[in-house]
T-cell receptor, first 109, second 115 residues
Framework: GQNIDQPTEMTATEGAIVQINCTYQ??????LFWYQQHAGEAPTFLSY??LDGLEEKGRFSSFLSRSKGYSYLLLKELQMKDSASYLC??????????WGAGTKLIIKP | EAGVAQSPRYKIIEKRQSVAFWCNPI?????LYWYQQILGQGPKLLIQ????????DSQLPKDRFSAERLKGVDSTLKIQPAKLEDSAVYLC?????????????FGQGTRLTVV
């Protein structure tokens, strides 16, 4: 079966760094997406990894290890506006996104 | 560039009633998705269109849900009759094409409450 595992909730302090882990099992693999979703709003695209390694985009970076079925999203210099849910979504062999339940990130002053 | 438009934003209906949601994807996007998102969960794909053809509707409860995308542009999702467990946010998303690395752009969603 296809499965995504992310922590349900994480708490971090403003200005700090946080790493949100995601492990996955899919039928085939065509890359992995990370989306951000603020409460009551639609998901917005953050990053896409298809090859192993780290992709850096400003304060956000995403890492992928295909052999381990593992990805993480790294958020630096946390701001209050980063309080949101972060959704890990690998794409299977049929190009279908398999969505996790997401990690709710709470930022404290 | 205009985003994905959905209406209505909110809808409250009684169980056994019917309801319809509308989606206008980003101009030129061939792929359109309807997702159901229950509070605290990730989006669940209901149906995926490529132009006006159905690519995947394996998780669509076809006894009560239907969707169409006439002319390969706008789409409507209908529920008839609604059940209490249908209370969720219904998200429409579009992408330029199907395939690896193609990000999906989401609309604001329709929050449905069935009472």
């Amino acid at each position: 079966g296809q499965n995504i595992d992310q922590p349900t909730e994480m708490t971090a302090t403003e200005g700090a760094i946080v790493q949100i882990n995601c492990t996955y099992q899919t039928s085939g693999f065509n890359g992995l997406f990370w989306y951000q979703q603020h409460a009551g709003e639609a998901p917005t695209f953050l990053s896409y990894n298809v090859l192993d390694g780290l992709e850096e985009k400003g304060r956000f970076s995403s890492f992928l290890s295909r052999s381990k079925g593992y990805s993480y999203l790294l958020l630096k210099e946390l701001q209050m506006k980063d309080s949101a849910s972060y959704l890990c979504a690998p794409m299977d062999s049929n190009y279908q996104l398999i969505w996790g339940a997401g990690t709710k990130l709470i930022i404290k002053p | 560039e205009a985003g994905v438009a959905q209406s209505p934003r909110y809808k409250i209906i009684e169980k056994r009633q019917s309801v319809a949601f509308w989606c206008n994807p980003i101009s030129g996007h061939a792929t359109l998705y309807w997702y159901q998102q229950i509070l605290g969960q990730g989006p669940k794909l209901l149906i995926q269109f490529q132009n006006n053809g159905v690519v995947d509707d394996s998780q669509l409860p076809k006894d009560r849900f239907s969707a169409e995308r006439l002319k390969g542009v706008d789409s409507t999702l209908k529920i008839q009759p609604a059940k209490l467990e249908d209370s969720a946010v219904y998200l429409c998303a579009s992408s330029p094409r199907e395939g690896s690395g193609t990000e999906a752009f989401f609309g604001q969603g329709t929050r449905l409450t069935v009472v």
